[in-house]
């Protein structure tokens, strides 16, 4: 069972998503967050292997937030889900330890497919950000 976390300050965005993965087979919403106010305890409690993080939060970004749940629990893996194209956001959130980056407008069966990848030690990235990401090593 992949034991998901989901940081995403759009409500109605945020329900699909935990409806998504807790009607998935051997997917479980744990914990469920509209900002990083508190996250190191919410996490602590809910023990997820895999957060999905948006990165236009409130308050705290959410590349601020990789590196404190980086900091706090190494094990768990990030997979930012953001509608930032830019490259200064693609590679502040790498940096800081996420070890994907979809974009909003991937669809559900995508993403829940990205969740498998990135649980079996893969990378997964919407098409026009892996694209991003080798044009800067051209």
């Excluded at 998503?17 to 602590?44: A, H, P, W």
């Excluded at 930012?80 to 800081?96: G, N, Q, R, Y």
């Excluded at 909003?104 to 990235?125: D, N, R, V």
Aim: glycine fraction near 8%; charged fraction near 20%.
């Amino acid at each position: 069972m992949i034991k998901i976390g989901i940081v995403e300050d759009n409500n109605t965005l945020r329900y699909s998503l935990e409806q998504l993965f807790n009607k998935t087979e051997g997917m479980r919403c744990v914990v469920s967050l509209g900002n990083l106010m508190n996250i190191v305890s919410d996490l602590s409690k809910s023990c997820p292997d895999i957060l999905l993080m948006d990165i236009g939060l409130p308050n705290i970004s959410g590349i601020e937030g990789v590196r404190t749940v980086k900091n706090n629990f190494d094990d768990i893996l990030i997979l930012m889900f953001t509608v930032f194209e830019d490259d200064e956001k693609i590679f502040a959130a790498i940096k800081a330890g996420a070890s994907g980056y979809l974009l909003k407008k991937t669809p559900p069966e995508e993403i829940i497919e990205s969740i498998w990848q990135l649980y079996h030690g893969g990378a997964p990235m919407s098409p026009s950000i892996a694209r991003r990401v080798i044009n800067v090593f051209h």
